[in-house]
């Protein structure tokens, strides 16, 4: 995401290199999902998730990123973002 750290709005850019389900989600420091960023099937190419966390308390968060081929191969990865108000 950028910026990192950010205040309210930050930005998610991903590529999909073959057509499957996509899914972004934001995450407190609980593990609660805050936010749901992407859910669908995406084709191949590049794409801009926007979060605007303006009724979100400063803090730590995380945000995964899930994506399923269908050839069924899955990637997942998670990262740690900043909110500073």
Avoid: C
């Avoid at 990123?65 to 108000?85: D, E, P, Q, V, Y």
């Amino acid at each position: 995401n950028y910026p990192n750290p950010f205040n309210p709005t930050t930005s998610f850019e991903f590529q999909v290199p073959s057509l499957g389900f996509v899914r972004l989600s934001v995450f407190d420091m609980l593990g609660r999902e805050v936010a749901r960023l992407v859910e669908g099937e995406r084709a191949p190419g590049r794409y801009i998730a926007r979060w605007d966390a303006s009724s979100m308390s400063s803090g730590v968060y995380y945000y995964r990123m899930t994506a399923t081929a269908k050839s069924g191969n899955t990637f997942s990865h998670t990262r740690r973002m900043a909110l500073i108000k």
